[in-house]
């Protein structure tokens, strides 16, 4: 497998920090994934970058048949042990989210869940997620995101997460990812936005085992965050814990099929 130097960076993070992403993660908790896919149906889906594999397993006791994607080895493991104790198959292969080895048209549904932040190329992602899925077929993204046209907040998020982990690439705005799919037939069918408490930094830190040198360079930039980053994030100080909200995007996209030939 050939990766480029952050997708390196993304396997050597999560490699290292697969044994956080168990049962008692936040992300095992997968009812944001049941509701957005209520009503979709199909037989072979693709979780890409499955991470613990909490999605994957989701999608395999809803009676998909579930091919689990990662380009961490070690993530694969905990998915495959997460498989076991919920007594369901799930196929793991391992490759990047921007080539995917599988031919045209093999799968009626494609999921990423909290990952697509770190892909090194999001439009060459999207392309090839339209390429795998059958006409009719669906695409569900859900990952972190920035509101639309917030240039200043943005940045200093970016900042912030690449301090915190530096294998983070870039949340995309609602009309970012909409343009993706827009170009690769992808018509987007459902979009929302559900706001997340981050309950504690030090939480935020322990999750990416974020070095102690970075951890201060967050707390500083914290410190003098613009006012545009303190409205659009409501970055606050509750009883000495600093907290704030992101926004987490659900997006449901339908694979268009291809315009019949004259
Ligand atoms: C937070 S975890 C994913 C959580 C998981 N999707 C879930 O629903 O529980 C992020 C995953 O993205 C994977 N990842 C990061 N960059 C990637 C890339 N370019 N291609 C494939 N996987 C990638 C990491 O190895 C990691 O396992």
Redesign the pocket.
Known sequence: MQLDA??LA??E??DRQ?HN?GTS?I??D?TD?VEALTGITGRRAL??????????VALAKLGWDVTA????PA?LERTQELAAQRGVKVTTTL????QLPYPDSAFDLVT????AH???APAAFVREVARILKPGGHFLL?DGTVPNDESVAADWIHAVEKLRDP?HGRFLSPSEWTQLCDSSDLAVERISLTPFKQPDLEWYFDTASTSPTNRNQVIELVRTAPQEARGVFRISNENGLIVWWWSRLSLLARRLAPPHAP
């Open positions: 952050a997708q993304s396997k993070q999560f697969s992403y993660h992300l095992a997968t994934v979780d890409v970058a499955t991470g613990g594999g909490h999605t994957a994607s990662d380009l961490s993530m490759h990047p989210a921007e990423c869940r909290v990952a770190h892909f090194t859900i294998s």
